[in-house]
């Protein structure tokens, strides 16, 4: 595993270094039961700030969930503090992405203590989901997430090329309901017939505005059809992006010795000739 | 056809032996009638089950629908004595996933005699539609089956990355407008939101629940572009998988000098050590 | 092109040869021409039924609907009967798929003559549509409509393992709602609440029956993101059957000289040693 | 960059050039700065028109987006100009789709001046939006958008008879469900129902029409189930076309001896003739 900026540099004390093991890592045995730990409390904490959410449930249990929460909350600054104590660089992950989502997962339940408006703090704490990711730290995920994500990276011109034409095709078709439809039908302002053309385009179709006029149902005909055929686009760009990895023929590079390329990432020989691809490994052929 | 765990070990006596070749085969011209008439069997059974529970029709045909249920109960149940008779292991058939579907789908008639409660019986009674994946022993479709049953195996840990997402945007989204809209749009509570997000991001959009503030239609708006294209990621991650079991990169033969594996299926030499892969090709090796 | 069975056998008379290669054919410009005019009128005549069923229209126009139809029908007619003069094998014709849809698309409108019940009429006489898959005859789109087929007809057994199995979730999970939800939430019977999970599964969600018990709608949702992700399936089918398609991997023969295999369907030479593949072009190397 | 047809041709003075590079080119720096200032101002104007559609937001802001739409009208005149001025022919220019674009985007502001009727000067005015795609001018995204034009480009006939097979069902399952359900159902006529048909197979699903008789409904899970299905098509073409691209697939260069092309990237011998496809691998054939 590669370690984050603020977990690298010189070695720690022994028993800083352990701590580090265990909390950052997954390697170890007690590594990974740590980060196990870590992903059920955050399940079961989301549970109960979801739960607190029903108001009938607030009513007959409203005692029991306050309790679990400050539970889960003095149990995550715990492990905040664990975590600055043994990091490296404590400021470099403080300003980290999940630096920020642990500082923000404890901070509300806090707060609560002296400002009102619940509600929005219910939200900010809510956002402790976002340390679930962590588990894609674990060896069965963290590879399979990475060509997940690098395919994701490869194609982000070509999707944002994507948005850019739905946007824009959205806007105009927005506008023609507007004008055709017209404020009498629901269409009652460009910003509205937009977020229709978005919910008609996706193919989600809410119906709490549908076009009435057999003009306006003929152009809703056509954006449907459009959306159900530009979908093919981000699945063409994703599906042949990861055949492209899957396939590994993204090694552009050349075999010295014969010269044909067309070999996998992987590759140290060359599937042809059966010579190495790189100088470094010279030794190993026979 | 590879014999289940239960069906493996000594030969049994000639009419058992011939027995199990038609219950449990489907090489045999017998066999294969058998599941045919199996098949046919439980589609008509499950059909009835669906009469029996639209009133109407209960209360003009209701007494020839318990009969035919009856008919089918009976024959379903000679059908699992004669399976426990003919099959090597039969504690292990009982508790097999089969087995247990065997038996869900002939006692919960039987339970109506003594007990009332006859709608949850009629679900559990349904549940033998899952014996008609029998179907897929039958020749032309176990290669096939195998095909995308495995692809789906070689991507779990993807599609499980995949659905942690969706699980993860959805809730924060979900809380999002929970507050945006709040419990005077029908955004109740947060669970309700999340389903909403669920609703939203698959593009389903039954529309009982939809945002009506500007602020909120915009978040909706987003998150509908998101799982427009998010959908691309199931479908580029089995789509790969499938074209990768297509084009033979599965060639599964390891290395008989380094015994590594995951060559291309054109490839003459070991792409990690560079010795040839097959014997029958040594004098093209320099 | 390859002449259906109905047109092939011996020369005819000189005259009908020529109408033959005017009426199916589409390699001479007049064959060419006659397709395009066909399309147009029925394209035409398909668009005046259309029209003729909103009331207003007919109204105000039926009388020149009513004239247009019988111009197109007795059009349609003489064709028909051009076609049955012309062809080598008349009754084989008349039996073959588009025989019977060419007579389907005049007969309904001299029936409208004697017996009433117009509405069913329509519905025949709009069957004519059709008919443009003649168009797929033209040139510029008869081998990408093979292409499409061929892909098809491949994958057909692992469509059918697909919808098998999704109509297996959908009676298993409607059933489930119906006992979940009951007959007071519009789950009246188990046929319409399998209607509902199909209408949920395929993400159409029209909104006409949607759970609205929290454990309803929790299944709901892991229905919704299992539909969601099985779309995957039949996509990533056809994708990597068209992949496997276009990159030709399907000649599966070895090269006669070096034993390579993985050559394009359309190569007469090894792409690895240059020899030729088959042996009828043998004279063809140097 | 390829230029367009109406900026070829002899060298213009100096100072024109220069102007021409700034304006049409993104490859200098004072260009790529034009083209970024230009997108913002078109998707500032385009919010100023959205914005100015709402009532309400008209009411207390109308007189300050009234100003906003002159200045940017004023702006974009004169880059309209500088356009005509620095253009090698200015009037193919003008009837080109982006001096189209460029010209309607001007004049509707100042046709109400004399002419009332804003509602549809706004629409046309919004049409500016399509200027936008001048972003794909730029280096980042003109690959980008190429290889997803042409992959388009490429299957368009497929794309064709993909369309025509779905306008045929919508139109034979649209009149079916005519009949089926009836005008008491809402689907008062065939266009009316063919409509329906296109939201239900699109997966769209607003549920302002839906069937509600048993064999309607049936029909409808038929047709959803159908829908949900044949997404695989476009998407398997699209997703094949790009493959069948990132692969290298589309080697463009001829076979020297035989002047054939569409060879694989890996191939080393024409697969047509048998001939060596480079100079430098000649010693290896035989």
Not at 3 to 22: A, D, I, M, T
Not at 44 to 60: N, Q
Not at 163 to 192: A, C, D, H, M
């Amino acid at each position: 595993m590669v370690h984050p900026k603020f977990n690298q540099g010189e070695p720690l004390s022994p028993w800083r270094e352990k701590l580090n093991e265990v909390i950052f890592g997954a390697e170890t045995q007690l590594g990974k039961a740590f980060d196990v730990v870590l992903i059920v409390s955050i399940l079961l904490s989301v549970l109960a700030i979801m739960l607190d959410s029903v108001s009938s449930i607030r009513l007959d249990y409203g005692k029991w969930l306050w309790r679990i929460e400050w539970f889960f909350t003095i149990m995550f600054t715990v492990e905040y503090i664990a975590r600055l104590v043994c990091v490296r660089k404590p400021l470099l992950y403080v300003k980290s992405f999940y630096g920020l989502v642990d500082l923000l997962s404890v901070i509300p339940t806090y707060l609560t203590l002296f400002i009102s408006g619940a509600k929005y703090m219910l939200v900010i704490r809510i956002l402790r989901v976002l340390r679930l990711f962590r588990i894609l730290k674990l060896a069965e995920y963290v590879g399979e997430a990475n060509v997940l994500i690098r395919a994701l990276t490869n194609s982000r011109h070509k999707i944002f090329v994507f948005l850019y034409t739905v946007l824009t095709l959205v806007v105009v078709f927005g506008s023609l309901l507007y004008v055709v439809e017209g404020e009498e039908n629901g269409f009652t302002s460009i910003p509205k017939s937009v977020y229709w053309a978005i919910v008609t385009l996706t193919t989600v179709g809410y119906g709490d505005i549908a076009p009435s006029t057999p003009l306006g149902q003929f152009i809703a005909a056509a954006i449907m059809i459009m959306g159900y055929g530009i979908i093919a686009v981000p699945t063409g760009i994703y599906s042949a992006e990861l055949v492209r990895a899957y396939t590994g023929k993204e090694n552009n590079e050349a075999c010295p010795t014969c010269g044909q390329s067309g070999h996998d990432y992987d590759a140290d020989y060359c599937k042809y000739c059966g010579h190495v691809l790189e100088i470094e490994e010279e030794s190993a052929t026979s």
